[in-house]
C-alpha cells in the first residue's frame, strides 16, 4: 500500500526567504506526482504536475523536483511571500491501472510579514 | 475551459438522515470523477471514483454510496448518516490517467 509522507508538518519563516517542503513516497511506481495548495476551509488548487519520466517541474517561483527511484519529491519556493501562506500537499498517481490519488498529510507554511 | 462545480458549500444534517452530494463538471466529456473527503486531523482519503457512465469503483467500505447518472455528474449519497460522516469532501476530476487532478470547492459536512 503507497504511503506518502511530507516533512516537516508546519513551516514559519520570514517573508523573502527560500525554502523547500519535502515528500517521500513508499512505492515508486507511479504515474505522476500533484502537488497543490489548500487555504483554510476551501479546496486544493494544482500547482504541479510531474510525470514519472520528468524529473522537474517550474511554475512562476515554484520548482518541484521528482526522483521515482528514490521515492522523493520536493517542492522550491522562491523569495516567499505572506501571500504563499497555506497548507502545501503532495499526492501520487499510482500506476498498473489502479487509479486515484494517494495524499500527504501536508505541510503547514506560515511566511511571516 | 474546463470547470467543476460542488454543492451545497456547507451542510449540517442529524444523524439518520441522508444525504446528497453533487458535482458536476462542465467542458469536457467523459471526465474521471471522484470523490475524496478529508476527517479532522487526517488526509484526505479516496471514497469512490468512475471511469464512466454507471461505473463505480469504492475504496473504502462505509456508510456511503456514489452514482454517475450522466457522464458529467457524480452524486455522493447515504441512506443514514453517521457521526463519523462529518468531514469535508472534495469531488475531482481529470481527463485520464496521465493529466493532473482538478478539485471542486468542496462540501463541509457536519453531522450532529
Known amino acids: 500500500k503507497q504511503e506518502v509522507t511530507q516533512i516537516p508538518a508546519a513551516l514559519s519563516v520570514p517573508e523573502g526567504e527560500n525554502l523547500v517542503l519535502n515528500c517521500s513516497f513508499t512505492d515508486s511506481a507511479i504515474y505522476n506526482l500533484q502537488w497543490f495548495r489548500q487555504d483554510p476551509g476551501k479546496g486544493l488548487t494544482s500547482l504541479l504536475l510531474?510525470?514519472?519520466?520528468?524529473r522537474e517541474q517550474t511554475s512562476g517561483r515554484l520548482n518541484a523536483s521528482l526522483d521515482k527511484s528514490s521515492g522523493r519529491s520536493t517542492l522550491y519556493i522562491a523569495a516567499s511571500q505572506p501571500g504563499d501562506s497555506a497548507t502545501y500537499l503532495c499526492?501520487?498517481?499510482?500506476?498498473?491501472?489502479?487509479?486515484?490519488?494517494?495524499f500527504g498529510k501536508g505541510t503547514h507554511l506560515i511566511i511571516q510579514p | 475551459s474546463q470547470t467543476i462545480h460542488q454543492w451545497p458549500a456547507t451542510l449540517v444534517q442529524p444523524v439518520g438522515s441522508p444525504l446528497s452530494l453533487e458535482c458536476t463538471v462542465e467542458?469536457?466529456?467523459?471526465?474521471?470523477l471522484y470523490w475524496y473527503r478529508q476527517a479532522a486531523g487526517r488526509g484526505l482519503q479516496l471514497l469512490f471514483y468512475s471511469v464512466g457512465i454507471g461505473q463505480i469503483s469504492s475504496e473504502v467500505p462505509q456508510n456511503l454510496s456514489a452514482s454517475r447518472p450522466q457522464d458529467r455528474q457524480f452524486i455522493l449519497s447515504s441512506k443514514k448518516l453517521l457521526l463519523s460522516d462529518s468531514g469535508f469532501y472534495l469531488c475531482?476530476?481529470?481527463?485520464?490517467?496521465?493529466?493532473?487532478?482538478?478539485f471542486g470547492s468542496g462540501t463541509r459536512l457536519t453531522v450532529v
Open positions: 475531482a476530476w481529470r481527463a485520464g490517467y496521465a493529466y493532473g487532478y482538478t
Open positions: 499526492a501520487v498517481s499510482p500506476g498498473g491501472g489502479a487509479d486515484g490519488l494517494t
Open positions: 467542458g469536457t466529456s467523459n471526465p474521471n
Open positions: 510531474i510525470q514519472s519520466s520528468q
